[in-house]
């Protein structure tokens, strides 16, 4: 069982950047691919990025790519998302999702454990 609390959200304007953080517990955390996903008011839960389990490989959705940036700390058992150039658009809850195995998943079905979520409020 890996439990995950993400942490950083906020309101902020438009233009501004956030770092969203995803603690994991465990001790098997390098061995997970993580992800990260929003869900806007009245839509569906969307990717936003991957970053692998092996080589740290990382993959973006195109609606985020050249803003915002996945990244890993492995001796932290935490991963990050550096968000940059923020839009209205980019108004959601941000979840991380975890799932054994070393290559990047983009499919919300693909991921075994989610955290709670954590408000993203972009401000025009």
């Known amino acids: 069982q890996v439990q995950l609390v993400e942490s950083g959200g906020g309101l902020v304007q438009v233009g501004d950047s956030l770092r969203l953080s995803c603690a994991a517990s465990?001790?098997?955390?390098?061995?997970?691919?993580m992800g990260w996903f929003r869900q806007a008011p009245g839509k569906e839960r969307e990717f936003v990025a991957t970053?692998?389990?092996?080589?740290?490989?990382?993959y973006s959705a195109d609606s985020v790519k050249g803003r915002f940036t996945i990244s890993r700390d492995n001796a932290k058992n935490t991963v990050y998302l550096q968000m940059n150039s923020l839009k209205p658009e980019d108004t959601a809850v941000y979840y991380c999702?975890?799932?054994?195995?070393?290559?990047?998943?983009?499919?919300?079905?693909?991921?075994?454990?989610w955290g709670q979520g954590t408000q993203v409020t972009v401000s025009s």
């Open positions: 970053i692998s389990a092996s080589s740290g490989s990382t």
């Open positions: 465990g001790r098997t955390f390098s061995s997970y691919t």
């Open positions: 999702a975890c799932v054994l195995g070393p290559r990047f998943r983009t499919r919300e079905r693909e991921y075994a454990y």
